[in-house]
């Protein structure tokens, strides 16, 4: 998630980088109004004709490298060869999938994807065997990574400890979380780094970047930003940690259960990864509390409601962490 400052919508600047792009200029009004904005903004819109949605993404380079835009693409173009179900680029006019442009004195990261079909996980009634397809479709995804050729343009976990520890520095994390770094730190070393156990992940494989399509029965993946060389265990946590999104209470158990079932069709689960879950659910709420801090550190001019709102869950996100961690 961006800084607070960043929230805010920008119609204009949308239209300034939609001129790169082919688009509905009849639909355009009423399509931008969808936007959303987090670790990027993003501005649905219609192609040329009115046929077909896709998503403008921008992001300010004070937020993100462009480089970080440039090897996401190019793992989702590699991913799309592979036949993975993941959205894919939508190119300008003059060819390019993503570029770095200035707007109003401010250097903007641009990119656009296509609509992925289907409905995001928690938006749907799951079911265990809906919960079995995500588990399988993630597998794949991993199965797949493994041969990834490019993986070490992505920042790996060390660089995420890093960025961890700055901003526990910088934004004075409480003592208890500082020790509560050390102690993850050191367990993570004493993990295996194999083929089998390490490289690029998604990182945000949670029920709102995850799509089904009923008509079809068919998944998509959309949004590989944060994705890092990482364990595999960690997509593995943060899935099955949001499994109350993707199904009723009183399924979860069944639905973890067979989510892990479909996972191992797809891809290997040796114990070593099965017992490194919690410590990975440990590095996550690290890696949440750091952002927390971070998004939180500068204010923002005449906070709307729905800002406040934001501040105020942040805030509370943040207290139920510092409680979940032991001192």
């Known amino acids: 998630m961006m800084k607070l400052k960043f929230l805010y919508e920008d119609f204009d600047m949308a239209r300034e980088c939609l ?10 009004d009423s399509m931008l109004s969808y936007f959303r904005v987090s670790s990027n903004a993003v501005y649905p819109f219609r192609k040329a004709g009115g046929k077909g949605v896709c998503f403008l993404r921008m992001s300010p380079a ?4 462009y480089k970080d835009v440039e090897t996401e693409v190019r793992l989702i173009c590699w991913l799309l060869k592979r036949n993975i179900p993941v959205m894919k680029p939508y190119p300008m006019r003059d060819g390019k999938l993503s570029k770095q442009i200035r707007i109003k004195d401010e250097l903007i990261n641009v990119s656009c994807f296509e609509a992925v ?3 995001p996980l928690d938006d749907i009634d799951g079911d265990a065997e809906i919960a079995y397809g995500y588990g399988k479709l993630l597998g794949k995804l991993h199965k797949n990574l493994k041969d990834y050729p490019f993986a070490y343009e992505r920042r ?4 995420l400890l890093d960025e961890v520890r700055k901003r526990f520095i910088r ?11 050390r102690r993850v730190v050191i367990l993570l070393d004493q993990l295996s780094v194999t083929r089998d156990t390490y490289g690029i992940v998604h990182y945000d494989f949670e029920p709102d970047n995850v799509l089904f399509d009923r008509d079809t029965g068919s998944f998509g993946i959309i949004d590989f930003d944060d994705s890092i060389r990482c364990w595999y265990a960690l997509d593995i946590v943060r899935a099955l940690d949001a499994m109350n999104d993707v199904v009723k209470e009183d399924q979860i158990e069944e639905a973890k259960k067979r989510f892990i079932e479909g996972y191992k069709e797809e891809c ?9 879950i919690l410590l990975m659910r440990r590095l996550v709420q690290l890696q949440s509390y750091g952002t927390i801090l971070y998004v939180l550190s500068e204010d923002a001019d005449d906070k709307p409601d729905w800002m406040m709102e934001i501040i105020d869950k942040l805030k509370i996100q943040l207290r139920k962490i510092e409680c979940n961690v032991s001192a």
């Open 19 to 28: 001129k790169m792009y082919d688009y509905d200029k009849e639909s355009l």
């Open 62 to 65: 004070e937020e993100k490298e």
């Open 117 to 119: 079909p289907g409905k």
């Open 156 to 159: 790996d976990h060390t660089d």
């Open 171 to 181: 934004y004075h994390a409480q003592d208890k979380m500082m020790e509560e770094f």
């Open 268 to 276: 290997l689960l040796s114990e070593e990864q099965e017992a490194s």
